[in-house]
């Protein structure tokens, strides 16, 4: 036990291969300053992305002008994929993205991303400006996102967060959802999709036009999916409304309301070591069918959640050197990620204290009974986000707020099945949760906690010379965290609070109207997740010691870059480096029969490398696209492991290959269009000493379609069919869980540490799925 208080923290049951059902209302400013991303160094006018598409609508690398490495895809590529397809699916091909997908159709909870090898929870997102990641444990889960004929654009920023983004952490980048706005004139849109495992889909869209003299205009979507699982039993349904209403008025004032509620069930898919895999490859699944005390039943492993995003962006064009942006966010949602265990009559603790009287179990048979282990999660947040941009001569002075509140009621209860394995009750509700016979709620994890945020941020951009500008800025920014532990024991109340002052700066100049270089440099911090600061309980003993010692990690990262934006050739080529103090590296544990994410403190890591992208555009309607990345990390220090050290040092950081490479391309010359996208991604190792690994592998995609309005009568109708993964290697694409080391390892000190075997991704299958798209 002494190994985790040296730095493991075992946070929430299977919150990495599940999507805890999360509402999220969020009334965010696109900050039309910042464009729900754009650096707030230049706030009145947003970095804007070129729009290639009335040259060329297929352009792979929209036009930067921000001093940072930021890539891009637009609606012109995103309308020709796949339509199930999630956000971290669709930026696969941008540099240093790798995203290991379980499910070809991207509806499965088991799937990660990483950005220069830091994961998904070193990562900011936004969506209409709004924060989409999770407050306690930092986790985003694409596939609550908009439905992707809503959307505009998707912005990936390698590097670094805006200074006024409402985003924790992020020193892995920022992905930015921005949502199609209204359209002026009255219409529809259907999209009807049919694939293979007997996926079906259709997407639904009504745009009100600018209605009447009131200057507003709205849309309304709703789609419904339903598909089986590629490789064993289960299957996924998921629901999904947008909504969005916009006025605009004056010279650039601007004000909208978007809604996006999501509605789904879906399945995980379990997780093999390296030996499993070997052993049954593919074949590593959840039983089809469930017999007398069977905890490994599809049924058991399907996970259900609701949520909601609203987003009210303002900007207000004060006078002509003053504008404000203001952006105000709430979130509510609940959901259930459980799993299959045995309880008994007798024999069971709730926390520490042990139950005298035996408890009611329906179906035991010599008092055990298989039933369905709960790990609901019930979340509000909300926050607001604000600035003042002022210019004056060559300045263009911001200063802003930041504040957030958050609470999340995290609960690992039991629910009886019936004879065929089916749960009473799928979502985990308190209510229904089996009790002990004096009518508390039997739990293996009962906690709540509130989180409260505040930030302040000020920052200058000097334009030097017409070509010349300088940034600098300074944020700060307190996390507070209060929580209770309704568990029995030693632990009652938790606190943690911590303060994080965050200088940058970054310069660009433009050589002249085609080439620019930039450079920067930032600083990030990640203060422990939630679930560090609570006991965890296993037989009436403390198993994990909560604790409010850890500390936050801290790191400075450099960019030096240059780009070229032509008519016909675009290209973009950033170095970069990082220095962490306390990194924080995410892996799930099994503890209880839950998946549990934990949190591993890995000490200190140096990253450096190289991001490349090229875009060259022969003729009008076709793109095609390479990017690349070259990435050197490694751990700085020995990982402290009870009374001793793993020797670590100077090994690679896990899940950061060496390199990666992208190459696609799009063709559209208005009657006949396609697209392809392959990547590869190279070797990654899993475990901090580097005795296991997984090999490198290629995925391709295939998109050919028609246009056929020309041949009816004019309104848009398109058909596209879709080949997912068209080579199905048979791979594992990512891990999901890593270790410290794999095998037994002598320790600096001489003694024996035991090892554990990391678990992994399997990658998704192919599948194929045609489109038919109608426009009213």
């Given at each position: 036990m002494t190994f985790?208080?040296?730095?493991?923290?075992?946070?929430?049951?299977?919150?990495?291969?599940?999507?805890?059902?999360?509402?999220?209302?969020?009334?965010?400013?696109?900050?039309?300053?910042?464009?729900?991303?754009?650096?707030?160094?230049?706030?009145?006018?947003?970095?804007?992305?070129?729009?290639?598409?009335?040259?060329?609508?297929?352009?792979?690398?929209?036009?930067?002008?921000?001093?940072?490495?930021?890539?891009?895809?637009?609606?012109?590529?995103?309308?020709?994929?796949?339509?199930?397809?999630?956000?971290?699916?669709?930026?696969?091909?941008?540099?240093?993205?790798?995203?290991?997908?379980?499910?070809?159709?991207?509806?499965?909870?088991?799937?990660?991303?990483?950005?220069?090898?830091?994961?998904?929870?070193?990562?900011?997102?936004?969506?209409?400006?709004?924060?989409?990641?999770?407050?306690?444990?930092?986790?985003?889960?694409?596939?609550?996102?908009?439905?992707?004929?809503?959307?505009?654009?998707?912005?990936?920023?390698?590097?670094?967060?805006?200074?006024?983004?409402?985003?924790?952490?992020?020193?892995?980048?920022?992905?930015?959802?921005?949502?199609?706005?209204?359209?002026?004139?009255?219409?529809?849109?259907?999209?009807?999709?049919?694939?293979?495992?007997?996926?079906?889909?259709?997407?639904?869209?009504?745009?009100?036009?600018?209605?009447?003299?009131?200057?507003?205009?709205?849309?309304?979507?709703?789609?419904?999916?339903?598909?089986?699982?590629?490789?064993?039993?289960?299957?996924?349904?998921?629901?999904?409304?947008?909504?969005?209403?916009?006025?605009?008025?004056?010279?650039?004032?601007?004000?909208?309301?978007?809604?996006?509620?999501?509605?789904?069930?879906?399945?995980?898919?379990?997780?093999?070591?390296?030996?499993?895999?070997?052993a049954q490859g593919r074949g590593f699944n959840y039983d089809k069918r469930y017999t007398a005390g069977n905890t490994n039943y599809w049924r058991l492993y399907r996970a259900p959640f609701r949520n909601l995003y609203a987003s009210a962006p303002v900007h207000l064009v004060l006078t002509d050197r003053l504008a404000l942006d203001s952006t105000t966010y709430l979130q509510f949602g609940y959901?259930?990620?459980?799993?299959?265990?045995?309880?008994?009559?007798?024999?069971?603790?709730?926390?520490?204290?042990?139950?005298?009287?035996?408890?009611?179990?329906?179906?035991?048979?010599?008092?055990?009974?298989?039933?369905?282990?709960?790990?609901?999660?019930?979340?509000?947040?909300?926050?607001?986000?604000?600035?003042?941009?002022?210019?004056?001569?060559?300045?263009?002075?911001?200063?802003?707020?930041?504040?957030?509140?958050?609470?999340?009621?995290?609960?690992?209860?039991?629910?009886?099945v019936d004879a065929d394995g089916q749960p009473f009750d799928r979502w985990g509700y308190r209510s229904k949760a089996i009790r002990t016979a004096d009518g508390r709620l039997l739990a293996y994890e009962n906690q709540r906690t509130v989180t409260v945020t505040k930030g302040f941020f000020l920052a200058d951009s000097i334009a030097l010379t017409p070509r010349l500008t300088i940034d600098a800025g300074f944020k700060g920014v307190n996390v507070l965290r209060n929580g209770r532990n309704y568990l029995p024991g030693p632990q009652d109340k938790v606190r943690n609070d911590s303060f994080a002052a965050l200088p940058r700066a970054a310069i660009h100049y433009r050589i002249d109207d085609r080439q620019q270089l930039?450079?920067?440099?930032?600083?990030?911090?990640?203060?422990?997740?939630?679930?560090?600061?609570?006991?965890?309980?296993?037989?009436?003993?403390?198993?994990?010691?909560?604790?409010?010692?850890?500390?936050?990690?801290?790191?400075?990262?450099?960019?030096?870059?240059?780009?070229?934006?032509?008519?016909?050739?675009?290209?973009?080529?950033?170095?970069?480096?990082?220095?962490?103090?306390?990194?924080?590296?995410?892996?799930?544990?099994?503890?209880g029969g839950a998946q549990v994410n934990a949190t591993l403190n890995a000490g200190g890591q140096?990253?450096?490398?190289?991001?490349?992208?090229?875009?060259?555009?022969?003729?009008?309607?076709?793109?095609?696209?390479?990017?690349?990345?070259y990435l050197r990390a490694r751990i700085d220090d020995d990982l402290p492991v009870g009374a001793d050290f793993l020797p670590t040092r100077g090994k690679h950081a896990v899940s950061s290959p060496t390199v990666q490479f992208g190459a696609g391309g799009i063709y559209d010359d208005g009657r006949f269009f396609g697209s392809v996208a392959s990547k590869y991604i190279g070797r990654q190792y899993a475990s901090f000493m580097n005795d296991e690994r997984i090999k490198g592998y290629a995925t391709l995609d295939l998109s050919v379609g028609m246009h056929l309005a020309d041949w009816l009568d004019g309104k848009r109708t398109d058909l596209r069919v879709n080949a997912i993964n068209v080579t199905d290697p048979h791979v594992l694409a990512g891990v999901q869980s890593v270790s410290t080391n794999a095998q037994d390892t002598i320790g600096r000190n001489g003694t024996v540490i035991a090892g554990a075997p990391p678990a992994y991704y399997i990658g998704s299958g192919a599948a194929v799925m045609a489109t038919i798209s109608r426009a009213f």
């Open positions: 985790f208080s040296a730095g493991l923290s075992v946070i929430s049951a299977g919150r990495e291969r599940r999507l805890l059902g999360r509402v999220a209302l969020s009334l965010s400013a696109t900050l039309a300053a910042s464009s729900a991303g754009a650096q707030a160094s230049d706030p009145v006018e947003p970095a804007e992305i070129r729009v290639v598409g009335k040259q060329d609508p297929a352009g792979l690398l929209p036009d930067q002008k921000v001093p940072r490495a930021q890539s891009a895809i637009s609606a012109d590529f995103i309308v020709k994929q796949a339509p199930t397809l999630n956000a971290f699916q669709l930026v696969t091909l941008l540099p240093g993205a790798n995203v290991a997908s379980s499910d070809p159709y991207g509806l499965s909870t088991s799937s990660s991303l990483t950005l220069r090898g830091l994961g998904q929870d070193e990562i900011g997102v936004l969506m209409e400006g709004a924060p989409q990641n999770d407050i306690g444990y930092y986790y985003a889960y694409p596939s609550q996102f908009a439905d992707p004929e809503n959307l505009k654009r998707i912005t990936l920023a390698q590097g670094s967060v805006d200074i006024d983004s409402p985003t924790l952490g992020g020193a892995g980048g920022l992905l930015s959802l921005s949502l199609d706005d209204p359209k002026a004139r009255a219409g529809a849109l259907v999209d009807l999709s049919l694939g293979s495992y007997a996926a079906r889909r259709g997407f639904f869209r009504v745009d009100s036009g600018t209605i009447g003299n009131t200057g507003l205009k709205a849309f309304l979507s709703y789609s419904n999916t339903r598909a089986d699982n590629w490789r064993g039993a289960g299957f996924d349904t998921r629901q999904h409304i947008d909504a969005k209403i916009l006025n605009e008025w004056g010279a650039g004032n601007r004000a909208s309301l978007a809604l996006s509620y999501n509605d789904a069930n879906s399945s995980s898919y379990p997780s093999p070591t390296l030996a499993e895999w070997n959901g259930n990620s459980p799993y299959g265990t045995q309880l008994t009559t007798e024999g069971n603790f709730l926390g520490t204290e042990e139950l005298a009287q035996p408890i009611a179990l329906p179906g035991a048979v010599d008092g055990v009974a298989t039933v369905l282990g709960n790990y609901t999660g019930d979340q509000m947040r909300t926050g607001n986000v604000s600035k003042l941009t002022f210019r004056t001569g060559a300045h263009t002075l911001t200063a802003g707020l930041w504040f957030d509140y958050g609470t999340d009621r995290v609960t690992q209860s039991y629910t009886s930039f450079a920067n440099i930032t600083t990030n911090f990640r203060t422990p997740n939630e679930f560090t600061l609570y006991n965890s309980y296993a037989g009436g003993a403390v198993v994990v010691q909560g604790t409010n010692a850890l500390k936050n990690e801290y790191s400075v990262s450099e960019e030096v870059g240059y780009r070229f934006i032509g008519e016909q050739f675009s290209a973009s080529v950033t170095g970069f480096h990082y220095k962490f103090r306390n990194r924080q590296l995410a892996t799930v544990l099994d503890q140096t990253s450096y490398g190289v991001d490349a992208e090229i875009d060259y555009r022969p003729v009008a309607g076709v793109s095609l696209y390479l990017s690349g990345e």
